[in-house]
């Protein structure tokens, strides 16, 4: 049995390696503290860089010129930063301001934010035996895709007096994106449809502008919904920019009720043509075939006096379009019941020429599809068209909206990417409609278009005029989301 002295021995030893642990354990304590507070301060510093480089690229849009865009991007970017690492954060000392470095890489179409910070943390133990402090440093970058973007605007008669409001919030939307390196542009459509406003990044200080021309936008007319968004999609082919954000704005009030297409001439008709398919513009009031592009009176003058020539004829009370012409300047409907007989009832002349409704437009978008369509027949000209009603010209404008936006959504190259407005109160079908368009998760159509590749774009319904600001404000945060 071990004596007292033995036993006091063995006490002393433990004594004495308790003591040597003890300094051990208190030192990887205070490592393992200082490390903690090095970890959060990281994490807190990696976090702001993020958050300020993120909205630096959202930001790029501010300014008139690249370097305007810059030191715009610039400022927002410290200032976010700064926001979410507020000075003497757990007890950092002041660092100096974060650096920004904008660049812009011209061939694949992007620009990038990169914002680069650092912070001196105190150190509580390490002190006693290194620095008092240790410098912390993060880096964020976020790139922006540039952005071609083509508005598609209904600019027909039943706007009434949201004709106004949506020139305003068309003009705001434009002040969303970068002069010098997004395109945007403008296609306007009634029962004649045209490109107002080429895509260009010169968008907003180009004599003209865009928002010049938004501006002197007049309302009045039908809804050729697939000769515009078909135009658009052209526009976008033009610029022809893989790997931009290439995105086109449909914006309608109503569902389309017009056909640009090919039209077959009856062989009984007293048409210069007949036997022969006329192209043209017709919509469901059926008064004959028009021109596609008859700018600036693409419809009806509101006062039948105006005999202003060109484009627009008037005879007594009655002023409507002249018909479509060829290259060279002559009238393709010559002769034709429905031009030369001055009547309120002319739907009941333009079925003594024309025989029927086309199985495409002149885009080849179909006009058979999810909107039913009268049985085939064969027209005196060999090819198969539908009996033309004011039903058939309506159902038929809407199948070939639906056929456009599916034949630009599956173009693999540019990846379009389509978003739909929709104004007032619509017809049973039309949010589904402008669902399908734009390839909306909530559209029936989704989990198929998707399947195949297709871009999901998205619906934004405005009850009213007064809710289009938003609406166009939701659509142009979406894009600039798409495009980071």
């Not at 003591?19 to 990887?28: C, F, H, K, N, P």
């Not at 020139?167 to 390196?181: I, L, M, P, W």
């Not at 599809?369 to 060999?382: E, I, V, Y």
């Not at 539908?386 to 809407?398: F, K, Q």
Request: one cysteine or more; aromatic letters at 8%; hydrophobic letters at 40%.
């Amino acid at each position: 049995m071990a004596n007292r002295r033995e036993i006091r021995g063995r006490r002393g030893f433990v004594l004495l390696l308790f003591a040597m642990s003890s300094v051990s354990i208190l030192g990887i304590v205070g490592l393992t503290i200082d490390l903690t507070m090095l970890y959060l301060i990281k994490a807190k510093l990696s976090s702001a860089v993020d958050a300020g480089a993120l909205a630096g690229a959202r930001s790029l849009a501010r300014g008139v010129s690249l370097s305007a865009q810059a030191a715009s991007a610039s400022a927002t970017s410290k200032a976010y930063f700064r926001a979410n690492f507020p000075s003497g954060y757990l007890l950092t000392s002041s660092s100096p301001d974060p650096s920004v470095a904008v660049e812009e890489f011209v061939a694949q179409r992007y620009r990038t934010v990169t914002l680069t910070a650092q912070a001196d943390a105190p150190t509580f133990f390490m002190r006693i035996v290194g620095p008092t402090y240790a410098t912390v440093r993060a880096m964020g970058r976020a790139a922006r895709r540039d952005t071609n973007v083509i508005l598609v605007m209904d600019r027909t008669g039943s706007l009434g007096s949201a004709c106004g409001q949506l020139r305003a919030a068309a003009n705001s939307f434009v002040d969303k994106f970068a002069q010098g390196s997004d395109k945007v542009g403008l296609v306007t459509y009634a029962r004649a449809s045209s490109i107002d406003y080429p895509m260009t990044d010169t968008f907003l200080t180009g004599s003209p502008n865009i928002k010049t021309i938004i501006s002197s936008i007049q309302c009045e007319g039908w809804t050729g919904a697939a000769q515009g968004i078909s135009l658009g999609y052209q526009d976008l082919q033009r610029i022809n920019e893989e790997g931009a954000l290439n995105v086109i704005l449909f914006f309608t009030d109503g569902i389309p009720n017009t056909l640009h297409a090919n039209w077959p001439i009856r062989n009984s008709s007293t048409c210069e043509k007949k036997g022969q398919t006329v192209p043209g513009v017709m919509a469901e009031d059926r008064r004959g075939l028009f021109t596609p592009d008859a700018i600036p009176y693409p419809d009806y003058p509101r006062d039948p006096s105006n005999s202003t020539g060109g484009d627009v004829q008037c005879s007594g009370t009655r002023c409507y379009l002249t018909p479509a012409y060829d290259s060279g300047g002559e009238p393709l409907a010559l002769g034709c019941r429905f031009r030369t007989v001055n009547s309120p009832n002319w739907s009941d002349h333009v079925q003594y020429d024309v025989q029927g409704v086309p199985l495409t437009d002149v885009y080849g978008n179909s006009t058979r599809g999810w909107r039913s369509m009268p049985s085939l027949f064969n027209c005196d000209n060999g090819q198969q068209c539908m009996s033309v009603t004011t039903t058939s010209v309506r159902n038929g404008g809407a199948n070939a909206l639906l056929s456009a936006g599916d034949r630009i959504r599956s173009d693999t190259y540019l990846d379009p990417t389509i978003f739909a407005i929709g104004l007032g109160t619509p017809a049973s079908y039309s949010h589904e409609l402008l669902r399908r368009v734009a390839n909306d998760p909530l559209a029936a159509t989704y989990a198929s278009n998707s399947a195949s590749g297709q871009a999901a774009g998205l619906y934004v319904f405005a009850p009213t005029g007064a809710d289009l600001a938003a609406a166009f404000a939701r659509v142009a945060s979406e894009v600039l989301r798409l495009a980071l």
